[in-house]
């Protein structure tokens, strides 16, 4: 499993107010591409719990569309949370698959089910000292997550605290000062309201 640190943020701008915020420091569109998710989850499982708990069981089944590519697998994702709910140490695992449909079907004779549907539309921005990844998800949310290692620019973050900085210094606000916002667990709980 590959570990991984990364944070993610809600803001409270609405996209167009955001990438005019980005532009005005120099941010430029790197990439774009759309990501659904899957979550499925076993049907055995107690959806009375908490969502972290019951998110924890699920597998992705995933969809990266690029404007001349995509990607589809399966993805396990492992989170450690501390008493703050703060994600302490994630990793993930992703399988290549041909067939979304194949792999939602397989899921469900080994007895899971869909719990929820997360659909990104993602853009890599990148000022050529910092790159983040704006997220629009089920067209209700507009998050900010950067990761520990930069895809377009050679920059590796060293630590939560560093990507953290990048959020404070360009004066992006956030909703709750919450540096680990957890976008399925939002989705969940509104979905099972």
Not at 35 to 40: E, G, K, P, T, V
Not at 87 to 98: P, S
Not at 125 to 151: A, M, P, R, T, W
């Amino acid at each position: 499993m590959n570990f991984e640190n990364e944070i993610t943020v809600e803001v409270t701008l609405k996209f167009e107010q955001l990438k005019k915020l980005l532009e005005k420091y120099n941010f430029k569109i790197m990439e774009e591409y759309e990501l659904d998710d899957i979550y499925m989850v076993p049907r055995m499982i107690d959806r009375k719990q908490d969502a972290l708990t019951v998110l924890k069981s699920c597998v992705l089944i995933r969809h990266i569309i690029y404007k001349e590519d995509e990607k589809k697998m399966i993805t396990y994702k492992y989170k450690e949370f501390n008493e703050n709910r703060d994600i302490v140490k994630q990793g993930k695992i992703n399988c290549n698959i041909d067939s979304i449909d194949d792999a939602v079907a397989l899921f469900k004779r080994l007895a899971f089910e869909e719990l929820i549907h997360l659909s990104d539309k993602s853009i890599v921005f990148s000022n050529g000292e910092d790159e983040l990844v704006v997220q629009e998800v089920n067209g209700k949310h507009i998050y900010i997550e950067i990761e520990d290692k930069c895809h377009f620019i050679d920059r590796t973050y060293k630590d939560i605290e560093e990507m953290q900085q990048v959020i404070k210094k360009y004066n992006i606000p956030m909703k709750d000062n919450n540096y680990f916002v957890k976008k399925a667990e939002i989705e969940m709980l509104e979905t099972m309201k």
